[in-house]
């Protein structure tokens, strides 16, 4: 079980010693992405374009792990506040239109650099 740590600048640098993701037996473990313009550093504004921005780097990440967002198996989404749940979703819905992953949502007490949104995903290589 040979592990590859998979590592783009298309996607914000990890924020500590972790790495951006993991390959192993044809799966693709990501690391929690946050809405950080990669370019910038920046965080975007809002809980919807911090889910969008977390997308682009989801699939930037998955693409140098030779995969897509159409090969995601399964999402986690932290929220700061719930309460942005279907907002959240209709980006989360612009994404996916048919065999859609397993998903979990979590409202937390706080997230890194005080972001609005947070997401996971596992992915087929």
């Known amino acids: ?3 590859e740590i998979i590592q783009t600048d298309q996607a914000p640098k990890a924020l500590g010693p972790y790495s951006q993701a993991v390959k192993v037996n044809g799966l693709i473990f990501t690391s929690g992405q946050l809405g950080i313009n990669p370019a910038t550093g920046e965080l975007a504004e809002g809980a ?10 989801l699939s930037a990440v998955l693409e140098e792990a030779g995969s897509g967002l ?3 198996i399964k999402a986690t989404v932290f929220f700061k506040d719930l309460n942005q749940f ?5 980006v989360y819905a612009t994404h996916f239109s048919s065999d859609f992953p397993a998903r979990s949502a979590f409202q937390v007490a706080k997230l890194p650099l005080d972001a609005e949104i947070e997401i996971e995903v596992i992915a087929e290589a």
């Open 70 to 72: 159409d090969k995601i």
């Open 1 to 3: 079980m040979a592990k």
């Open 86 to 90: 279907a907002a959240v979703n209709e």
């Open 48 to 57: 919807v374009n911090q889910a969008e921005q977390a997308f682009r780097n």
